[in-house]
T-cell receptor, first 114, second 115 residues
Framework: ETGVTQSPTHLIKTRGQQVTLRCSSQ?????VSWYQQALGQGPQFIFQ???????GRGNFPPRFSGLQFPNYSSELNVNALELDDSALYLC?????????????FGPGTRLTVL | AQTVTQSQPEMSVQEAETVTLSCTYD???????LFWYKQPPSRQMILVIR??????QNATENRFSVNFQKAAKSFSLKISDSQLGDTAMYFC????????????FGQGTELSVKP
């Protein structure tokens, strides 16, 4: 069984640019959640996708957007990058959105904004 | 709004000894879930243990157990017989009932297990 994978591993961008991060969910999982983890902090919830629809969003501006594809993989897009967007971006997949559904995390993408 | 607080930024323990990591949370809800996640240097967040708030019995998973005090809003993690592989950041997390996606994390405790 393949776990959650993310690409790329590391990324360096400059302020004002746009970036796309990718996540492949674990086999059989139809739900993907994205988190931002600043250095020395706990992860913060960005949003969740369930069956290709956004299903909940945290306190992030609209320049953070996402997509989920029919195979349940997902993208996180960030426009007009700011220095504070530098962080580890984690995605997590789960069987569904139910209370018993454990989230399994990927290894993350480290984004540096210069 | 729910908050999760981990008051110990760093802790260390000798191999084979027992260590307890603290976590407190704030919520006005009565139904929720609590989790401990481990994040080793490889960065991959791994679920250690989960607790349903409606269950009075404390959860255990092998060497890991929790002390869940609902009235005090406290959720500590005890690691017995500590191993070098337990070295990692540990995050306490909260999830409200019927909000399947949104985990709220504390700031983490960095645990070092020394030989």
């Amino acid at each position: 069984e393949t776990g959650v994978t993310q690409s790329p591993t590391h990324l360096i961008k400059t302020r004002g640019q746009q970036v796309t991060l990718r996540c492949s969910s674990q086999s059989g999982h139809n739900t993907v959640s994205w988190y931002q983890q600043a250095l020395g902090q706990g992860p913060q919830f960005i949003f969740q996708y369930y069956r290709e629809e956004e299903n909940g969003r945290g306190n992030f501006p609209p320049r953070f957007s996402g997509l989920q594809f029919p195979n349940y993989s997902s993208e996180l897009n960030v426009n007009a990058l700011e220095l504070d967007d530098s962080a580890l971006y984690l995605c997590a997949s789960s069987l569904g959105t139910g209370d018993t559904d454990t989230q399994y995390f990927g290894p993350g993408t480290r984004l540096t904004v210069l | 709004a729910q908050t999760v607080t981990q008051s110990q930024p760093e802790m260390s323990v000798q191999e084979a000894e027992t260590v307890t990591l603290s976590c407190t949370y704030d919520t006005s809800e009565s139904n929720y879930y609590l989790f401990w996640y481990k994040q080793p240097p490889s960065r991959q967040m791994i679920l250690v243990i989960r607790q349903e708030a409606y269950k009075q019995q404390n959860a255990t998973e092998n060497r890991f157990s929790v002390n869940f005090q609902k009235a005090a809003k406290s959720f500590s993690l005890k690691i017995s017989d500590s191993q070098l592989g337990d070295t990692a950041m540990y995050f306490c997390a909260f999830r409200h009932y019927n909000q399947g996606g949104k985990l709220i994390f504390g700031q983490g405790t960095e645990l070092s297990v020394k030989p």
